[in-house]
């Protein structure tokens, strides 16, 4: 009888202790599914951060940039202007009274 019951024991142990391990990877490679899952998805925001940053900064360089072209072209204007109106006719020239 006691034989017997060894032989049945020593077998079914081995099979539930397989079954258990069995059990124990699947739930493994679920969570590992969802831990990867979860990863990728912050990855994807942190990229999408990341892009929006360096399309803002080079947003900002073209616009400082576009500023910069302005004030020239308008200091230009300026002296364009200036010098233009530095050779006409003065204040007290060409017959005005300058009282």
């Known amino acids: 009888m006691e034989e017997?019951?060894?032989r049945?024991?020593?077998p079914a142990t081995g099979l539930?202790?397989?079954l258990?391990?069995?059990y124990v990877s699947?739930?493994?490679r679920a969570l590992l599914a969802e831990v990867r899952k979860e990863l990728?998805?912050?990855e994807n925001r942190i990229i999408a951060r990341i892009n929006g940053t360096?399309?803002?900064?080079?947003?900002?360089?073209?616009?400082?940039?576009?500023?910069?072209?302005r004030i020239m072209a308008l200091t230009e204007d300026i002296?364009?202007?200036t010098a233009a109106g530095g050779s006409g006719r003065r204040h007290g020239e060409a017959g005005e009274s300058t009282e």
Do not use: D, P
């Open 26 to 28: 699947l739930q493994n």
């Open 40 to 42: 990728a998805e912050l």
């Open 20 to 22: 258990i391990a069995t």
């Open 4 to 6: 017997q019951l060894i």
């Open 8 to 10: 049945y024991i020593i």
């Open 16 to 18: 539930v202790s397989g």
């Open 54 to 69: 360096y399309v803002r900064a080079g947003e900002c360089g073209l616009r400082e940039q576009l500023v910069h072209e």
């Open 79 to 81: 002296r364009s202007k």
